[in-house]
């Protein structure tokens, strides 16, 4: 079993940059490939971003790229999404999330095993 619990989300203007951190605890999820998702108000969980166990591949969804980093530290089995830029539209709960089987970067929500219980991010216009 891996635990998951996001921290960092919060109330920023348009423009402004939130930092989210995704705490990893239990089997060595340093070995998984990790996702961030979000879900806005009425609408589907839909995906972020995605990086390799390794912390060599990367992956965004096309709404995000250039203004969000995702990264990780294995040593501190910690997750991080730098989001820049922040529009309104970014508003959602981010969810943390760990693929315990797959062995690609993916944006897939079936692929991922575990899931943290979200962290709210709110930009206002």
């Known amino acids: 079993q891996v635990q998951l619990v996001e921290s960092g989300g919060g109330l920023v203007q348009a423009g402004g940059s939130l930092r989210l951190s995704c705490a990893a605890s239990g089997r060595t999820s340093s070995n998984y490939n990790m996702g961030w998702f979000r879900q806005a108000p009425g609408k589907e969980r839909e995906f972020v971003a995605a990086?390799?166990?390794?912390?060599?591949?990367?992956y965004y969804v096309d709404s995000v790229k250039g203004r969000f980093t995702i990264s990780r530290d294995n040593a501190e089995n910690t997750v991080y999404l730098q989001m820049n830029s922040l529009k309104p539209e970014d508003t959602a709960i981010y969810y943390c999330?760990?693929?315990?089987?797959?062995?690609?970067?993916?944006?897939?929500?079936?692929?991922?095993?575990?899931w943290g219980q979200g962290t709210q991010v709110t930009v206002s216009s």
């Open positions: 999330a760990a693929a315990a089987k797959v062995l690609w970067v993916t944006d897939r929500r079936r692929d991922y095993d575990y």
């Open positions: 990086i390799r166990h390794s912390g060599g591949d990367t």
